[in-house]
T-cell receptor, first 114, second 113 residues
Framework: RKEVEQDPGPFNVPEGATVAFNCTYSNSASQSFFWYRQDCRKEPKLLMSVYSSGNEDGRFTAQLNRASQYISLLIRDSKLSDSATYLCVVNALVPGGGADGLTFGKGTHLIIQP | DAGITQSPRHKVTETGTPVTLRCHQTENHRYMYWYRQDPGHGLRLIHYSYGVKDTDKGEVSDGYSVSRSKTEDFLLTLESATSSQTSVYFC????????????FGPGTRLTVT
């Protein structure tokens, strides 16, 4: 069974601090990777795709380690508005077609404290 | 934000009644998905569509059916709702199967009493 594992938290972090969390995935055939953000009672929103070389978007940095099958997200200079649940998501193409490849982690709950 | 709407946004229904949820997109994306989200679980795929009249089952398809007669609309039907189908239902769209970045609608909160 395909699985994505995340520490559910909560991570309680003071405003301005740096926070990092990881997720691990079990399906070695996974081909694309994402971090989504979900606010309470809202839909998941794509935060960033994760590339093999790692990528940065403002205060957010994502890294992928294929050998160890884990993905990380680093948030620098955290803001109160960063409080949310962060979902780790991986995609593995299904041989023969179909587009059902996304597997979602259960999320890591982040609370930024003033 | 991607142009995805879901209707209704909230619904309370009784056990045994049929329910249809609608997802509408204005992005002309080929792929559409229905997920449910429950406490203690990640999002779980119910059904998906890879084109008009082309659909397939996901991980938790029992008790659900779907239809896609137009690119922009993807309907999810609970033929006879049960209390275990109380959940939040999200629709998602994707343009590219290989990368599969998915964009979600606002969700439908369904309660089956």
């Amino acid at each position: 069974r395909k699985e994505v594992e995340q520490d559910p938290g909560p991570f309680n972090v003071p405003e301005g601090a740096t926070v990092a969390f990881n997720c691990t995935y079990s399906n070695s055939a996974s081909q694309s990777f994402f971090w989504y953000r979900q606010d309470c009672r809202k839909e998941p929103k794509l935060l960033m795709s994760v590339y093999s070389s790692g990528n940065e978007d403002g205060r957010f940095t994502a890294q992928l380690n294929r050998a160890s099958q884990y993905i990380s997200l680093l948030i620098r200079d955290s803001k109160l508005s960063d409080s949310a649940t962060y979902l780790c998501v991986v995609n593995a193409l299904v041989p023969g077609g179909g587009a059902d490849g996304l597997t979602f982690g259960k999320g890591t709950h982040l609370i930024i404290q003033p | 934000d991607a142009g995805i709407t879901q209707s209704p946004r909230h619904k309370v229904t009784e056990t045994g009644t049929p329910v249809t949820l609608r997802c509408h997109q204005t992005e002309n994306h080929r792929y559409m998905y229905w997920y449910r989200q429950d406490p203690g679980h990640g999002l779980r795929l119910i059904h998906y569509s890879y084109g008009v009249k082309d659909t397939d089952k996901g991980e938790v398809s029992d008790g659900y059916s779907v239809s896609r007669s137009k690119t922009e609309d993807f309907l999810l039907t609970l033929e006879s709702a049960t209390s275990s189908q109380t959940s939040v239902y999200f629709c998602a769209i994707s343009e590219d199967r290989d990368l599969n970045e998915q964009y979600f609608g606002p969700g439908t909160r369904l309660t089956v009493t």
